[in-house]
């Protein structure tokens, strides 16, 4: 009895200790940073709220519309690695609004360029246009029906002649006999791939592709195609969004907060113990030492999982 004790106050006392150096300490393992991670109140970070324009949609589509935006736009953060985020979405005096935080980031400009974007994706070819009588013939780009909701997946790469950042993608089944189609009947012509209605490429066919694979080339910078391909992988917005507010929040108001909110918890967990001592005398003691015990484990695993 006595050694199976001695057991579980040895281990508890092992625990303790390693939860007291991930608490306490700053530290990676195994590619794993163990820093307390603080939201945008106490980090400082970036506050943008996004206005959604629904006035197309009908009533009863416009809510499920809100919820895919918030999810493409929180898929769209997340594949851009900004960690501990929050995105909500939210309907008052008749318009829709997305809420995103972002701690860390303090350049909220950058930040709503990286998510506001539509990343309306689009493939255009060629078309002749009719001249009327007594006028020059003209050409005009037209879109093919392939766009972005034809896309399985992107993913950056480096063009093997110029050695330049671009991006390859692949096309869905569906998305892949559109594209045969489109390059079958546009043989030395230009096919152009138009991203928010700007063209970012605009290759000349050579031949028939099959397979549904493409590649986009232009001026990237490893940067660009990066964000290109989480915008594409993410999906596109499913309605028009406009930023309406964007701010800094300091951290200088957060970590007054934590050294008055550290200060105010000590003399509390003073007063508790001293409380439990004289109420309980040993007893009490011993669920102080309980209750250390159970605050640093808890904290070590607001680290370890993390908790913001």
């Given amino acids: ?49 996004f206005e959604a324009d629904t006035s197309n949609l009908p009533a009863d589509k416009k809510e499920q519309a809100l919820v895919s935006l918030r999810n493409v736009i929180e898929k769209r953060v997340n594949l851009f690695g900004l960690s501990e985020s929050n995105v909500q979405s939210s309907s ?16 909220p400009k950058e930040a709503s360029n990286l998510i506001g974007q539509t990343a ?17 013939p003209s050409s005009q780009m ?17 063009d093997g002649n110029t050695g330049k950042p671009s991006v390859s993608i692949e096309f869905t089944d569906e998305g892949s006999k559109k594209f045969e189609e489109v390059t ?10 138009i991203l928010d209605n700007d063209i970012v490429s605009a290759p000349t066919v050579n031949d028939k592709i099959t397979g549904g694979q493409a590649q986009i080339s232009g ?27 964007e701010k800094t929040i300091g951290a200088t108001l957060g970590a007054d907060s934590v050294a008055k909110s550290v200060k105010a918890g000590v003399i509390g967990l003073i007063m508790v113990m001293l409380f439990m001592i004289l109420m309980y005398g040993k007893y009490g003691l011993v669920a102080d030492i309980a209750l ?7 904290f070590a695993a607001y680290k370890i999982i993390p908790v913001t």
């Fill in 184 to 193: 079958a009947r546009n043989i030395g012509k230009p096919v152009a791939i």
């Fill in 120 to 136: 309306q994706l689009i493939f255009a070819e060629l078309v002749e246009i009719a001249p009327e009588k007594g006028s020059t």
């Fill in 1 to 49: 009895m006595k050694k199976n004790l001695l057991i579980k106050v040895i281990l508890i006392f092992l625990l303790t200790v390693a939860c007291g150096v991930i608490s306490y300490g700053n530290f990676t393992f195994r590619g794993k940073n163990f820093d307390l991670s603080l939201g945008l109140d106490l980090s400082g970070g970036s506050h943008l709220v």
């Fill in 219 to 245: 001026s990237f910078t490893i940067d660009e195609a990066n964000k290109l391909e989480a915008q594409l992988n993410a999906g596109a917005l499913p309605v028009p969004v406009k930023l309406v507010e």
């Fill in 142 to 158: 037209m879109p093919t029906g392939l766009t972005g909701a034809d896309l399985k997946s992107a993913t950056t790469t480096f």
């Fill in 292 to 298: 250390l015990i159970f605050g640093v484990i808890t």
């Fill in 92 to 107: 008052f005096n008749g318009k829709d609004r997305v809420i995103v935080e972002l701690p860390g980031i303090n350049d």
